[in-house]
Each structure stands twice: as C-alpha cells, then as structure tokens.
C-alpha cells in the first residue's frame, strides 16, 4: 500500500507544472483579427482551423500525458506479466499519440507560416470621424 501511495503522490508532483501551463493569455493572440472580414474564404477557414487546434490540441496532449501515466503506474504496480504487459503497451501507445498530436500540430503551424496566415496582422476597421465640439 506504501508503494502505491508513493508511485500516486510522485505521479502527481511529475504533473504539477501542466497546472502552470493552464493559465490564461492576455495578449490577445487567441483572439485573432484574421476572423474580421474574412467570411467563408479559405484564409478564414484555415484561421478557424488555427484557432480551434489551438484550443483542442493542449487537451490532447494532456489527455496523452496523462494515459501515458497510467500506462507506467500499472507498470509499476502490478505484479503479474500480462499487467505489466498491459502497462508497458499503454506507454507505448502514449507515447505514439502525443507524437502525431504534436507532429501535426507543428505540420498545420508550418503551413500557416508558409501561406502568412499568422494571427499578427492588424485589420484597421472603419470608423466615423468624431467631431470635436
């Protein structure tokens, strides 16, 4: 039972600095002004694309992460072979899906970057001249 609180409490810890990762931007990057204006063109479809892989993709790294774990705590705490079997195929496959996860997320990053579909331009939107009175 020691063994076990142990292998949970350090699996814990190792997870400590995702918490750390959770926080929110200010900077306004998420809120691309690629959206404004662009419609159903295909730079708006692809800025979409961007901005939702930019939400999910974290979630399945740390889904990733996390299953990857679970594969190495039935390693170490199982005493049988075929558990351990079981543990040493799920850190296997963990690893595996965090790099497609990643490898695409880096494939759609080089396209935005090739065709210039970076969120950093700056659309200046018209507006009304104020008169001073």
Do not use: H
Request: aromatic share 6%.
């Amino acid at each position: 039972m020691k063994k076990k609180l142990m292998v949970l409490s350090g699996s814990f810890l190792a997870l400590a600095p995702i918490v750390a990762l959770a926080q929110v931007s200010t900077s306004g990057a998420s809120t691309g002004s690629c959206v404004l204006g662009s419609g159903g063109t295909l730079f708006g479809i692809l800025c979409r694309l961007g901005q939702i892989l930019n939400a999910v993709v974290p979630v399945l790294i740390a889904l990733g992460v996390v299953y990857f774990v679970w594969g190495v705590i039935t390693y170490v705490i199982s005493s049988d072979e075929e558990a351990k079997k079981a543990g040493r195929d799920r850190m296997v496959f963990g690893i595996i899906g965090l790099v497609v996860i990643v490898g695409l997320w880096g494939l759609v990053s080089i396209l935005r970057n090739t065709f210039g579909l970076s969120n950093t331009t700056n659309i200046q939107l018209p507006t009304v001249p104020v008169i001073p009175g």
